[in-house]
């Protein structure tokens, strides 16, 4: 990671409110209030792990920043530059989905799976170069050329999985989402995924926004890490003071709830309690579960802040 770089994509208060329901005239209602501004930058390079509990608004950060939602309010920057999100996605920013079965068109072959983003964008004119680029994206994600004439249902989750990976490196992104990729995987195969997309990171100079429910799950692999509650960041920093010295009461929740090999070791006295209901639309959206709630947090909302190196959303966390 290159922190003294430019960041390459900039996330600046980015909102999705999505309609849930419609009164008799069609107008608006209820929302869901997924993401509320949310900012964040990453370097060339990184990976930055994204985490929070199932709903806290994840994979529609991922889909918006992709140009797949239009957002409510906020802006992405990709180098510098703003990105048009009403116009759907850029090339440079490709995205790994959770699910290798749900993703993958079960009526395509493998080579056209992958050649697809290639004939979106026109790339090759020539059909024996985009087979050859094919072939090439075969080889760097460890299948074998034979397999391309085959259906995905022909393949294992892992290998499917390595075929999503293979399309969304077709049009040498500069940016991959990567949505939860191996949380659908066998135990087993998940180490083989992430050391693949390590090796690509690597040798490709590919840049992740890594997503996942766990901060188990990408501590080896994050060099930063935010974590997101209620469609907010409550915290980010590196990952190693991240995990070793947690600031905000959320994160150190989240901490305690990792499963430790010896049971009786397990401290979960902190672990979250209460119901996840936002406690009040102008508070920090974590106080109802919070175990240093002060009144102050359900009357304002913590910006976030500076400490020790972290960023940090919290009333409670001193200097
Ligand atoms: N297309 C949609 N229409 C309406 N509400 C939506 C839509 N997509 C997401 N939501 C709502 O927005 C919130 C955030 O959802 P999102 O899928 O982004 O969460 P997530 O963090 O990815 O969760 P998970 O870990 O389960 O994948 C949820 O309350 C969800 O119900
Ligand atoms: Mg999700």
Known sequence: MNKAAEPLLSVKKLTKHFVTKTDFLGRPKEYAYAL???????YPGETLG???????????????IMGLYTPTAGQVFLKGRQLDLSKGSSRHIQMIFQDPYASLNPRMTVAELIAEPL????????????????????DMVGLSR????????????????????????????ELVI????????????????VNLMSRLQKELGLTYLFIAHDLAMIKYISHRVAVMYMGEIMELAEAEFLYANPLHPYTK??????????????????????????????????ANRCPKVIDRCYNERPEIREIKGHQVACHMCGD
Not at 50 to 64: F, H, I, N, P, Y
């Open 50 to 64: 994204l985490v929070g509990e199932s709903g806290c608004g994840k994979t529609t950060a991922g889909r918006t």
């Open 253 to 286: 929740s989240l901490l305690a709830a990792i499963p430790v090999p010896d049971p009786d070791i397990r401290t979960d006295i902190s672990l979250v309690k209460g119901e996840v209901t936002k406690a009040t639309a102008n508070g920090c959206p974590f």
């Open 119 to 138: 004939r979106i964008y026109n790339i090759y004119q020539d059909k024996a170069k985009e087979n050859n680029r094919v072939y090439e994206l075969l």
């Open 178 to 193: 990567c949505d939860e990729p191996i949380s659908a995987l066998d135990v087993s195969i998940q180490a083989q995924i």
């Open 146 to 173: 034979e397999q391309a004439n085959r259906f995905p249902h022909e393949f294992s989750g892992g290998q499917r999985q390595r075929i999503g990976i293979a399309r969304a490196m077709a049009l040498n992104p």
């Open 36 to 42: 509320n501004g949310v900012s964040f930058d990453i």
